[in-house]
């Protein structure tokens, strides 16, 4: 056995290393990204490892291995279940033979997602058991757990760890080999595997008259835990239980109920922790799911239970738990004295505001820049995606006008033609993205006729995710050098009219470019190729010199924070400036050089 | 031991290496550690925090307000961000050079860091450290994080001795410039045994 010091998305890595996975697929998400990157770090013996073109994609290809007996590890971030809903949906209704286990990584606050949606939610929506671990050391050993109880049940188990546990680090012992599991194979059986309307019918029932005794099942998992003793209970779980106990450390005269597993129910248990209370709180993040089971669990008992929890607004209905405030509604909920707090800054000066912004380089701000100024004084609409490219929103750039979701842009440039043919419909999309949900989107104006032009920013990595590799870059989680797949090739096939490289670093072509493709009918594309200068790391700069006539024309139009004044003159700051020689470009007296990009 | 040590400051500054460091070297002394980092989009010259809780009694992966004993700032208005986090009784060790934000040259605020330090003196104990003057003799202020690190060894607010420290150095910086790290890092243990809060 050794030690290792790890992040919880590692522990999750391990502890899925050791229930013997043999195949592990997943798309890039905050905050999910590492459990992969870990896996194919420590993987011994032969497993598959793979980045999914997308999240629907990764489940797909995990459930027919598990058909085959394999066990599987699927991992993206809870908005990726969205993607991958569809498989899922009909995956519990079939099921499953080698243990499947999705991570589902939540992120309450949102600290770097759309939506503060609940996984609980999610499993019991597919009526699929759900683990939910409170730290990196418990989530090692409930990983392996699901795989059991996922094999035991013949089910997809959904796995939801929450930002704070995948990013927390803690050391977990691992055994020094780990080898993947010897499986039986495909057993060709269409009564069981092919998904008709009556297989359907007839497997939901079963899985009605299955879900209670999962929840009896897990009325006796060692992961649901109580502590203490009293006429008051708080009923918490994840993050929150940490949260928590950091509290109730020092008051074993309440009783802190821990739910390991929220779905199904275990109602045994929960029953048992409510013996002798007569007031609970429910202490958890995103959904009342809790609560609410709680809550139905009292009325079906009828049990002279108060219960408090964000249904009553004891509990903030949205944004992240932390420490500080379980100690303010756990204080208040037991009448203790207030908790002592911290030292109070409320007489601080102004600080300032650090709000994250590309780049110093980054070739987004070019092709941003390039579309901005080609489009001058013509209404246009840009529509924006996931990814780093999101910040092109910022001041003084402003070129992101709407956000949705993965690949949305694509298609609502087209709902913008639609209702206002006149004007110029542009989508920006990155090249990760691109391949993960844009495609179709693409076919969707051409087949319809749209006008309008996509922006490929094409950088060669998933950059805002911490660089993973995808099907553009030629290289995959095997460590194997692939062919690179072409967009423009792609986007040839599939008939759009125009395609146009450029490399957005040149200015005078990017605008070109650009007032070309705006200036035709139909689906046209730009793909601005360079890459990500946090990968590419260029060892070059530029310098400013005495012709500056300080008119900060360089600052006001595109905001890179290289550019900088010192003692009211503008300058530019060595250590970050890439020589990108966009600033070069701009400056009306030609007043910025130095070692230029080619 | 227990311990809660604060690292902050800001993205690229090398906040993570410290507090690597301060992890592992108090994992090497037989304690439990657990830590926290910020990650992901805020990194990008955002403010950036490194949370480490040494002992057992540690449940949250970040420290509640009011607990930290130690805040090592790498910047005068990191320090003040998380003034919350510190005990009554805890030290603020801080770089007195600050760091404008990146958008500075947009919306001028004239922000340079002194009225957060003045702050910081009327507030707590605190020890500021020119961390730029301490690193001109190693040609690079990249090493100020372990120059920095190494004043609060110095001042003995860790609970870890020097040696130990100087071993993890030695295990985690790349060859080439772990001597100059341990130069800067006993450059800093200097100033942190001879500087009084
Ligand atoms: S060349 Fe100009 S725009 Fe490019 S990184 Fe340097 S300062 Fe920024
Ligand atoms: S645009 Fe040119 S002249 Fe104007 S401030 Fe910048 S470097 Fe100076």
């Known amino acids: 056995m050794k030690k290792e010091y790890v992040m919880g998305n590692g522990a999750i890595a391990l502890g899925a290393l050791a229930a013997g996975i043999n195949l592990v697929s997943g798309y890039p998400g905050t905050p999910s990204s590492e459990i992969i990157e870990t896996i194919s770090k420590y993987k011994q013996g032969t497993i598959h490892v793979e980045w999914s073109v997308n999240e629907k994609a990764a489940m797909e290809v995990a459930a027919s291995a598990s058909y085959s007996g394999a066990r599987t590890l699927v991992t993206m971030k809870q908005v990726g279940l969205n993607v991958a809903s569809d498989p899922l949906m009909s995956l519990a209704y079939v099921g499953v033979k080698g243990g499947m286990v999705i991570v589902s990584a939540d992120d309450p606050g949102p600290i770097s997602s759309q939506t503060e949606q609940d996984t609980r939610m999610f499993a019991s929506f597919c009526r699929i058991p759900v683990f939910d671990p409170s730290s990196p050391e418990e989530a090692f050993t409930m990983i392996q757990d699901a795989f059991d109880y996922s094999e035991k049940y013949h089910t997809p188990v959904l796995f939801r760890p929450t930002t704070r546990v995948c990013h927390a680090y803690a050391s977990v012992e691992i055994s020094e080999t780990t080898s993947p599991r010897q499986y039986e194979g495909f057993i060709k059986d269409s009564g069981k595997w092919v998904i008709f309307p009556r297989l359907s019918f007839a497997n939901h029932a079963m899985i009605e008259k299955r879900n209670p005794q999962i929840g009896k099942d897990f009325s006796t998992y060692a992961g649901n835990t109580v502590e203490g003793s009293g006429n008051k209970a708080v009923f918490t779980g994840g993050i929150s239980y940490a949260y928590a106990k950091e509290y109730l450390k020092d008051y074993p005269d309440v009783k802190l109920c821990k739910i390991s597993t929220p779905y199904p129910f275990p109602e045994d248990f929960a029953l048992k922790c409510l013996e002798g209370v007569d007031e609970v709180l429910c202490f958890e993040e995103l959904s009342p799911f809790l609560e609410s089971e709680l809550l139905k669990l009292a009325g079906t008992h009828n049990l002279p239970i108060r219960i408090y929890g964000k249904i009553t607004g004891h509990i903030t209905t949205s944004g992240e738990n932390s420490a500080d405030y379980a100690a303010q509604v756990l204080h208040t909920f037991l009448g203790h004295s207030a908790p002592h707090s911290g030292m109070d800054s409320s007489d601080a000066p102004t600080l300032p505001m650090r709000p994250p912004v590309l780049c110093a380089g980054c070739p987004h701000r070019a092709s941003f820049y390039a579309v901005k100024k080609a489009m001058e004084g013509q209404k246009s609409y840009f529509c924006g995606d996931i990814g780093c490219y999101t910040l092109g929103n910022a001041m003084p750039l402003d070129m992101v006008d709407t956000c949705l979701c993965m690949g949305a842009g694509i298609t609502m440039a087209q709902g913008f033609h639609w209702t206002d043919p006149e004007s110029a419909c542009f989508a920006f999309v990155g090249d990760s993205t691109f391949f993960a949900s844009g495609m179709t989107g693409v076919v969707n104006a051409i087949y319809n006729e749209a006008d309008m032009v996509l922006c490929v920013l094409d950088n060669s990595t998933t950059a805002m995710t911490g660089h993973q590799p995808h099907p553009g870059t030629g290289r995959n989680m095997m460590g194997h050098i692939v062919e690179k797949i072409s967009i423009e090739k792609i986007l040839e096939g599939m008939g759009v009219c125009k395609i146009v490289t450029v490399d957005p670093l040149d200015f005078a072509k990017s605008v070109h470019a650009v007032k070309e493709c705006a200036s035709q009918k139909g689906v046209k594309a730009i793909i601005f190729k360079s890459p990500c200068i946090a990968i590419s790391k260029p060892d070059k700069q530029m310098q400013i010199s005495d012709k500056c006539i300080q008119c900060k024309k360089c600052i006001r139009e595109i905001g890179c924070p290289a550019l900088i004044t010192v003692d009211g003159k503008v300058a530019i700051d060595p250590g970050l400036c890439t020589g990108c020689g966009l600033c070069s470009q701009i400056c009306p007296v030609n007043a910025i050089g130095g070692d230029t990009h080619e | ?197």
Do not use: W
């Open chain 2, 1 to 197: 031991m227990n311990k809660d040590i604060l690292v902050c400051g800001v993205g690229g500054q090398g906040t993570v290496l410290a507090s690597k460091l301060i992890a592992s070297a108090a994992m090497n002394l037989g304690n439990t550690v657990h830590s926290a980092e910020t990650i992901g989009m805020a990194q990008r010259g955002g403010s950036v925090t490194s949370h480490i809780r040494i002992g057992e009694q540690a449940y949250s992966p970040m420290i509640p307000h009011g607990s930290a004993d130690v805040l090592l700032a790498f910047e005068p208005a990191e320090a003040v961000r998380n003034l919350a986090y510190l005990k009554q009784d805890g030290i603020v060790i801080v770089n007195s050079v600050p760091v404008k934000p990146v958008t500075e040259s947009l919306h001028d605020t004239g922000y340079d860091g002194s009225d957060m330090l003045t702050y910081l003196q009327k507030k707590c104990q605190c020890i500021m450290v020119d961390a730029q003057k301490l690193c001109a003799d190693f040609g690079s202020t990249r090493y100020f994080n372990v120059a920095i690190l190494g004043v609060a060894i110095g001042a003995g607010r860790l609970g870890l001795d020097a040696e130990t420290v100087l071993n993890e150095i030695e295990a985690r910086v790349p060859a080439k410039f772990a001597e100059t790290n341990k130069a800067a890092f006993l450059a800093g243990v200097k100033i942190g045994e001879t500087t009084l809060p």
